[in-house]
């Protein structure tokens, strides 16, 4: 059964037998936002991997970020020849080292580096227009959100024990509950954390050139 906002909350005080006069919503959303905060932190999901084209102008070298990143993976841009090229990241003080002058060292961009919370600066500054595309990790949306509350998120719809089992670890916490049970559900969360980590590798693997993996075949001993 996929999880909505009130079936989990009705879970959660089910399964550690306490009522809303002290797990109340607010008290549960922040346990279920902190709960799918750590898996996210914990495990990365193919589901919120994004990615965003735009095109770089001449003149200008400063990238909008994505309002919703969480990280970013790779900086691509197109070449004149049509050919893919990864930007290199650099720290600021160096793109403010080398490329003092931005506006007599133009050219191809070959760096980027972080800007403000905003932006992102790339050099040379482009000396033409070149497509760009971000490929990044995204902030999910949290099943607490009004806008998903009904209908789920990626993991409360396909990885409900990972959800509910994160949460009963935080909630057994904020209740000072058994230590028993705490480590009960410490351990069911672990053995759902991995085998997801493990699905969402597997999955990857079909995607690793788009990535830039380099894959290694794996040699199996004959039968």
Known sequence: MAYTLDNL???I?????????????????TIIK?????????????????YATSNLQSGNRYVTIPSDLRFIRYVQLKDGSGNQVFLEKKDTSYMA???DTPST????PKYYAN?????????PTPNSTFEITLAYTKQPTSLTDSSVSSSGTYVSNKYQDLLLYGCLVEAYGY?????????YYMQAYQKALQSYAIEQQGRR?????????IRTPLKSPSP
């Open 205 to 213: 693997r079909r995607d690793e050139y788009q990535d830039g993996v």
């Open 9 to 11: 909350r009705t879970d």
């Open 175 to 183: 209740l000072k509950g058994p230590a028993d049970m705490l480590q």
């Open 97 to 99: 080292a080398f490329y």
């Open 13 to 29: 005080r089910n399964y550690t037998e306490v009522d809303d006069s002290v797990l109340s919503n607010t008290v549960l959303d």
């Open 105 to 108: 060292a133009s050219g191809f």
């Open 34 to 50: 902190n709960t799918e905060n750590k898996i996210y932190r914990e495990a990365d999901s193919d589901d919120n991997r994004f």
């Open 115 to 123: 800007w403000d919370a905003n932006f992102w600066v790339v050099a």
